[in-house]
């Protein structure tokens, strides 16, 4: 506000900025990009992580996993709260099981994923036939931890992570992972953003775009792999 800015877009807002967001909406123009807390009523361009969570659910019990791990992102984040409620509710509709991390990782890192992984590895007497991390970076955590524990993916365990984020067509094995468009999503939170300037009266509260399942090694069966 200081530098005098005449809207703002944020990607980073989280359950306890609703009130200061708010509080800056009531003199610019301010636009949710890839995160919309509970209880804010801005306009917001969000993926459907939701639908994210689903289709990775959906891909590992297409693999014929029936008791699949789950490390969850930060709670206070409703991508990785929406991501959670997709994929729990399709395991479960499978009639399969979530076997969840003994702990909720603090920050989406490599580090903590791999500290929460090995804490799953210790404290589970039967280690789940797949993972689903969510984020690349938990997931790369995960592949870290199994590499110390002499745990192979995917021969013994398929992990997946979500974003797509570049390095992981690079990891070992290549991670299976959730992409999104992300460009097309910063394009329309700017076009929001200036239709809001120009007072437009037909501004969408909410636009969500579609997630899409990219296959890598890191699910790949021992046919698939060739």
Known sequence: MSRRVDALI???????HVPLLNIVADRIPVVLAVRSPAGSHLPHVVFDDVEGGRIAAEHLLALGHRRIGQLRGPDDASPFIDRARGFVTAVRHAGAVVVEAPEVPQRPTI?????????????????????F??????????LKALRMAGVACPDE???????DTPFAAFS????????????????MAADYAV?????????????????????????????SRG
């Open 10 to 16: 944020t990607t980073a807002a989280r359950d306890d």
């Open 133 to 142: 991390a969510h984020n690349d970076l938990l997931a790369l955590g995960v």
């Open 157 to 163: 365990i398929h992990i997946m992570g979500y974003d």
């Open 111 to 131: 580090d903590e994923g791999a500290r929460v992984m090995e804490l799953l590895l210790a404290e589970e007497p039967e280690i789940p036939s797949a993972v």
């Open 195 to 223: 239709m809001l300037l120009e007072a437009a009266r037909h501004i969408p509260e909410s636009l969500k775009f579609p997630p899409a399942l990219v296959a890598r090694e890191s699910t790949a069966t021992i046919s």
């Open 172 to 187: 070992q094995p290549s991670l299976t992972t959730i992409r999104h468009p992300s460009y097309e999503l910063g394009r």
